[in-house]
């Protein structure tokens, strides 16, 4: 992908997880990719409306990355909710065919969170992979070119 792509950030309030949206913004940043004219930011009350956002606006964007944080409580409604979000997703991703990052993380209590913080960042590599897959392919050490060249003359 010669241009950089146009990319969708939907954050949810609840559970407030500004550190996921930080390291994705920081590998946006570091993939040299224009926040002023290749990101469009919305935040949303909490996860369960990630997906309606999304939906309403991926026509205009290459890409979008999901990002909250859904704690467990005493309810059977964390399975729910987070089952809910993640089939949502997915049916977008499918039927508009194009990549969106799920950095909605599901966890027990708040220490967990922030271990999983790197998770934005992962989110965001994983939609410019789908985006061009052959772009972080490009470079290959001699180490790996061996196994590679190993692996092919046992098929």
Known sequence: MKKKPKILIVMSRYNEPRELYESACNELKKRKINFETNVRNIRVNGAFEIPVTIARNINKFDAAIAIGIIIKGETPNFNLISQ????????????????????????????????????????????????????????????????????????
Do not use: W
């Open 84 to 155: 809910a979000i993640t089939n949502g997703i997915m049916e977008l991703s499918i039927l508009h065919k194009k990549p969106i990052g799920n950095a909605i993380i599901t966890c027990l209590n708040f220490d967990q969170a922030e271990e999983r913080k790197h998770k934005g960042k992962e989110a965001v590599e994983a939609v410019l992979d789908v985006l061009d897959p052959n772009a972080n392919n490009l470079k290959v050490s001699k180490k790996q070119a061996k196994l590679y060249s190993f692996i092919r003359k046992l098929k």
